[in-house]
């Protein structure tokens, strides 16, 4: 009998804070298999054992350089066949990639929590960004050729359509919203990945999982969509459902949820 698994990602912009705020107490009671959180701001000796009530296997991801900038963390009960932070994407080891494979019925997965770099601070990281892209589709088709299909969470820090974003001509030259990174999205997914949020939801409008803290952008839903799941073609099958989870507060980005059947 097929199992539906239940996939969430985060990027809490800080752990800690929104622990204190006991902003992942749904966490608990929401019967998660895997939960990718982005920006945590946090070594892994400062996150808390204890934040969850569940025990899950735990894949941490800090900045080496600049303490308290980025990381990711990854909490999951499904057992594991491969760990890593992914290196040769993550090349300033900035904490940006916990990389899990495992087996779920047929499947051999490759699974990947990304906090992508953001552009908007200066051309140089722009440029970076372009580059951890590429990087990062590189390191998917590799997994791909050995056999691997790929599920992909996390904040990618790019709105891809129009529909995507409440603003788009007014961030026609935002960085987020640049058509260089809405181009590298159209390139990943026409290399055989699918934004399972789009498969299930078509085009429905005005659903964002990221506001600015500024004008009263989340009251006023003047959002962006940058958080994503993504998977490779052949599981396009096993997706059930996908969804965000904008009632969730603590952070300006919310929760999104992907749900599968294997």
Known sequence: MAKRYKFISWNVNGIRAVDKKEALKWVDEAN????????????????????FQKEYKTLFASASAIKGRSGTALFTDIKTTFECNCPTVDILDEGRINEVHFSLGDKDIAFFNVYFPNGQSKEERL??????????????????????????????????????????????????FLQMERDWITKFLSHGYI???????????DKYSWWSYRANAR??????????????????????????????EGSDHCPIGLEMEF
């Open 32 to 51: 998660i298999d895997l939960l990718g959180i982005q920006e945590t701001k946090s070594m892994k000796e400062q996150i808390p054992k204890t934040i």
């Open 127 to 176: 440029d970076y960004k372009m580059e951890f892209y590429d990087r990062f589709l590189t390191h998917c088709e590799n997994l791909k050729n050995q056999g691997k299909s790929i599920i992909v969470c996390g904040d990618v820090n790019t709105a891809h359509t129009e529909i995507d974003i409440a603003r788009p001509k007014a961030n026609e030259n935002t960085s987020g």
């Open 195 to 205: 934004d399972t949020f789009r498969l299930i939801n078509g085009d429905l409008k």
């Open 219 to 248: 009251a006023n839903n003047v959002g962006w969509r940058i958080d994503y799941f993504y998977v490779s073609e052949d599981l396009k099958n096993y997706v059930k459902d996908a969804y965000i989870l904008d009632n969730i």
